[in-house]
């Protein structure tokens, strides 16, 4: 019976309220709240609210004065309560059934190429793992589930570059975790010198946040050169809807763009300072150069290379293989770039727009200055044409070279500290704005 008399039809809710209110239990205030929350159905919000507003609510009411109480008494959050299960006698078994169930909620995927890629985003995430769900076990990939915050991650490690891979591994991917939701392809890549849209250079260093993908190593060869085809089939489409206005509300609005980069930068900081940041150091401006388009990384001196041929831009393996130092690329030739002068750290600027991909390496000024001002396009990578009809995907990428004939690995280590911190600071908007309903 309700309290006016009436039949209720949710009399076990009715009488775990009477019990709570006759209760005169001794319990901490803030857990109080919450148990009382849910049993005081004359709080809780209207039925016509909404999943959002529930979320919400619920939050506020149950979740947070739980966290508030084992924060104050217990002096340890919610993700860490499986640990308590050890102290508390539970068996280290027990322990590795309740995160191989956390995983299998994994709700957001890392995909990396490399090792240096794959080794910064392991030392931006909050706890790694040693366990893996069973389907998981069972497939090629290679996997190491974590946690950022109160996200689960699960980072796929791609067994090698280039869209074949990626495409593969996100298959499985999905078959073993069904329930990802945001694939974040994280790395180094190519960049454009300049990004047209915001009128800003790009240097070394500097993050790519994807708001589209063009295939460019698709299409006809004819004999006046290589056409990528336009046909929108055969282009991927754009970011799902909501993917879609999170990415242009996060770089339209000094609000959430100067959010994401000073997280972006205090993650920075703090993987720099770690034991892994020690390889992954700034190299310094003055290491950061830019030449002309039409000065080719090639061997100097006609009487050592019969290859390399200023006119036609071929190019040996050797000049491929070896320093732009060593071969004596000059200073001379190189183009200025006055944020590069300027005085202070470096912080890393985040640019938004589309990104090209395809499965060669971009290693030609001329071809990549092509690329950009048909498609304006202010990156080039190689993996994420394979998650991108698979999941909603967004690319973050720390930009380790010009795409150019000088391009060498000096810039790679840098470039995934800076794409790991800023996947880290986006993917906190993306739960805090749609994971929690907000
Ligand atoms: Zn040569
Ligand atoms: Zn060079």
Not at 98 to 112: M, Y
Not at 136 to 157: F, L, P
Not at 203 to 230: A, E, H, M, N, W
Request: glycine letters at 8%.
């Amino acid at each position: 019976m309700a309290p006016d008399g009436s039949e209720d039809p949710n009399t076990d809710l009715f009488t775990a309220q009477r019990l709570w209110e006759q209760s005169e239990w001794d319990m901490h205030t803030q857990y109080r709240n919450a148990v009382g929350a849910c049993v005081n159905w004359d709080s809780w919000v209207p039925d016509d609210a909404g999943a959002a507003r529930l979320c919400r609510w619920l939050y506020e009411k149950v979740v947070s004065p739980i966290e508030d109480q084992l924060a104050d008494e217990f002096n340890t959050n919610i993700e860490d309560v499986d640990n308590l299960l050890l102290s508390l006698g539970k068996s280290k078994d027990q322990r590795s059934i309740l995160l191989a169930q956390q995983n299998r909620l994994s709700n957001h995927a890392v995909i990396c190429a490399l090792g240096v890629e794959s080794n910064a985003v392991m030392a931006v995430m909050d706890e790694v793992y040693e366990t893996l769900p069973e389907a998981a076990r069972e497939d090629a990939n290679a996997y190491t589930t974590g946690r950022i915050g109160k996200t689960s991650i699960v980072v796929v490690h791609l067994p090698g570059m280039g869209k074949l891979n990626a495409a593969s591994s996100a298959m499985r991917l999905k078959s073993s975790f069904p329930n990802v939701g945001l694939c974040l392809v994280v790395g180094v890549c190519g960049g454009a010198p300049y990004n047209s849209r915001t009128k800003k250079d790009i240097v070394l260093g500097d993050i790519i946040i994807s708001t589209g993908l063009k295939q460019v190593d698709f299409g006809r060869y004819y004999q006046s050169g290589f056409v990528p085809k336009d046909d929108p089939e055969d282009n991927f489409g754009r970011p799902v809807e909501r993917l879609r206005s999170f990415l242009r509300m996060l770089s339209e609005t000094d609000h959430y763009y100067t959010r994401v980069a000073d997280a972006t930068n205090s993650t920075l900081n703090a993987l720099l300072q770690s034991k892994t940041g020690q390889s992954l150091e700034y190299p310094g401006a003055h290491r950061d150069h830019l030449y002309e388009s039409t000065y080719q990384h090639q061997c100097r001196s006609e009487q050592t290379c019969r290859t390399c041929d200023p006119t036609s831009g071929a190019v040996c393996q050797h000049a491929l293989d070896t320093s732009c130092d060593q071969l004596g690329c000059e200073p001379g030739h190189t183009v200025a770039r006055p944020r590069l002068r300027e005085s202070g750290p470096t912080h890393p600027v985040v640019h938004f727009g589309r990104v090209a991909c395809s499965d060669g390496v971009m290693k030609s000024a001329r071809d990549r200055d092509r690329l950009v001002e048909k498609y304006d396009v202010i990156g080039f990578e190689m993996e994420a044409a394979g998650a991108w009809d698979t999941f909603p995907t967004v690319i973050v990428k720390g930009v380790c070279d010009y795409a150019d004939s000088h391009k060498n690995k000096l810039w790679q280590g840098y470039g995934a500290a800076v794409a790991a911190s800023c996947m880290k600071a986006l993917l906190a908007q993306w739960v805090l704005l749609n994971d929690l309903g907000f």
